[in-house]
C-alpha cells in the first residue's frame, strides 16, 4: 500500500488550500482514510478522518468548522480541503488508511502512511 500526499505550500493567514492523498497498491474504496499533522517541536496529532464508505467524517476541535475531508474513490483520492487556515495550522500533513471498521482518531491504529507535506500559514 502505497500513499502519496501532495498540496501543501506557503499561504498567509486566513486563506485556503487543498491537500490531495492518492492511494494505490489495493482497493481504496475498502479502507478508511485518516488526516494527522505534526508542527515542530510537536508531538503529531489528528486532524480528521473519513470512512471508508464514505458516508461520515469526524474531526479535531481544532478544525472543525474549518477543514472538510472528502473522497474520491474512482479517483484513489481523499482530500482535505483547509479554509480560513491560522498560524496554528502550520505542520507537516500526512494521510495515513486503515482497513474497515471504524475511523480512528489513533494514529497508532493506521498501519499505512503517506510521506507528508507542508503547510506552512504565515500571520
Known amino acids: 500500500v502505497q500513499l502519496q500526499a501532495s498540496g501543501g505550500g506557503l499561504v498567509q493567514a486566513g486563506g485556503s488550500l487543498r491537500l490531495s492523498c492518492v492511494t494505490s497498491?489495493?482497493?481504496?474504496?475498502?479502507?478508511?482514510m485518516g488526516w494527522f499533522r505534526q508542527a515542530p517541536g510537536k508531538e503529531r496529532e489528528f486532524v480528521g478522518a473519513i470512512h471508508w464508505s464514505g458516508t461520515s467524517t469526524n474531526y479535531a476541535d481544532s478544525v472543525k468548522g474549518r477543514f472538510t475531508i472528502s473522497r474520491d474513490n474512482a479517483k484513489n483520492t481523499v482530500y482535505l480541503q483547509m479554509n480560513s487556515l491560522k498560524p496554528d495550522d502550520t505542520a507537516v500533513y500526512y494521510c495515513?488508511?486503515?482497513?474497515?471498521?471504524?475511523?480512528?482518531?489513533?494514529?497508532?491504529?493506521?498501519?499505512?502512511w503517506g510521506q507528508g507535506t507542508l503547510v506552512t500559514v504565515s500571520s
Open positions: 497498491g489495493r482497493t481504496f474504496s475498502n479502507y478508511n
Open positions: 495515513a488508511t486503515k482497513r474497515y471498521g471504524p475511523t480512528s482518531a489513533y494514529d497508532y491504529e493506521y498501519p499505512y
